[in-house]
């Protein structure tokens, strides 16, 4: 660790906050990725129209877009967000 308390260009306290960080995030993937296999499998059924489901990595976030599981706009848990459109 060198002295400006950066490990590899991050900080030490964004390490310590995604670390505490890991369980919601964990539970925001296998909630996206749920989301998007039902959003599949509802298109192919033909009972959903519009945009297939997708999932996009943007730095260290993840999110999913056009879920069926975004409720009203958008939940995020951890370093996930679900989106029911595409912002």
């Known amino acids: 660790m ?3 308390g ?3 260009g991050i900080s ?3 390490i310590v906050g995604r670390l505490f960080n890991a369980p919601n995030t964990a539970i925001g993937l296998g ?3 749920v989301g998007t296999a039902v959003g599949d499998i509802a298109h192919d ?3 959903r129209r519009g945009p ?3 999932t996009i990595k943007r730095g260290s976030r993840t999110e999913f877009v056009n879920n069926p599981f975004g409720g009203v706009s958008a939940i995020t848990l951890g370093e996930t967000t679900t989106y029911r ?3």
Request: aromatic letters at 4%; a positive charge.
């Open 2 to 4: 060198k002295r400006d």
């Open 6 to 8: 950066k490990i590899g």
């Open 12 to 14: 030490t306290k964004e």
């Open 31 to 33: 909630y996206g990725t």
């Open 45 to 47: 059924l033909g009972l």
């Open 52 to 54: 297939r489901p997708q």
């Open 85 to 87: 459109g595409n912002p």
